[in-house]
T-cell receptor
Framework: QKEVEQDPGPLSVPEGAIVSLNCTYS??????FMWYRQYSRKGPELLMY????GNKEDGRFTAQVDKSSKYISLFIRDSQPSDSATYLC??????????FGRGTSLIVHP | EAQVTQNPRYLITVTGKKLTVTCSQN?????MSWYRQDPGLGLRQIYY???????DKGDVPEGYKVSRKEKRNFPLILESPSPNQTSLYFC??????????????FGPGTRLTVT
């Protein structure tokens, strides 16, 4: 079993929909939970990160961590075609070597 | 502008012909890393470097070499490329502060095809 599992999708939604992207992990020692966004033909870029269980909001994006279930989510409200990208979760054990999920491809169609 | 640069961006080569992909960062980051990204497999770490002259294997190091003689540069060397090394390669760097999670800054990628 991979340490971080993520459904590759693709996930196709209409513009304006609420999107839920998810990862599960197996190592309870993981501390930092990050989401990267990767546009086609580009390198990944950090979108947001959170440290503890609970929610963290940044504009239309909300990161949620449930440590008891080892489950993390990224919610996108009012999704836009410009949100079409691959979203990768990344988790660390307090070091600077993150473990990445495989990424979920999101397509938001007008 | 803070950035990670990679060269070349695209490369088509033949089996066995040695090649080097360069990576350079201008953020004075201690930590640098190479990944390959393949469909269905995601990002897999090849090698990483904690600092100058310190390198270590990642998850898929076979067939690759690296060196870290200067802080800003971290070239990836394929001594004898094979078709199974056809992939999209990313270089990344970050600080190694222990106080915060470390944002990885990725380069634009190098698409390598080995025939």
């Amino acid at each position: 079993q991979k340490e971080v599992e993520q459904d590759p999708g693709p996930l196709s939604v209409p513009e304006g929909a609420i999107v839920s992207l998810n990862c599960t992990y197996s190592n309870s020692a993981f501390q930092y939970f990050m989401w990267y966004r990767q546009y086609s033909r580009k390198g990944p870029e950090l979108l947001m990160y959170t440290y503890s269980s609970g929610n963290k909001e940044d504009g239309r994006f909300t990161a949620q961590v449930d440590k008891s279930s080892k489950y993390i989510s990224l919610f996108i409200r009012d999704s836009q075609p410009s949100d079409s990208a691959t979203y990768l979760c990344a988790i660390t054990v307090g070091s600077y070597i993150p473990t990445f999920g495989r990424g979920t491809s999101l397509i938001v169609h007008p | 502008e803070a950035q990670v640069t990679q060269n070349p961006r695209y490369l088509i080569t033949v089996t066995g012909k040695k090649l080097t992909v360069t990576c350079s960062q201008n953020m004075n980051h201690e930590y640098m890393s190479w990944y390959r990204q393949d469909p269905g497999l995601g990002l897999r770490q090849i090698y990483y470097s904690m600092n100058v002259e310190v390198t270590d294997k990642g998850d898929v190091p076979e067939g690759y070499k690296v060196s870290r003689k200067e802080k800003r540069n971290f070239p990836l060397i394929l001594e004898s490329p094979s078709p199974n090394q056809t992939s999209l390669y990313f270089c990344a760097s970050s600080t190694n502060s222990l106080a915060e999670p470390y944002e990885q800054y990725f380069g634009p990628g190098t698409r390598l095809t080995v025939t």
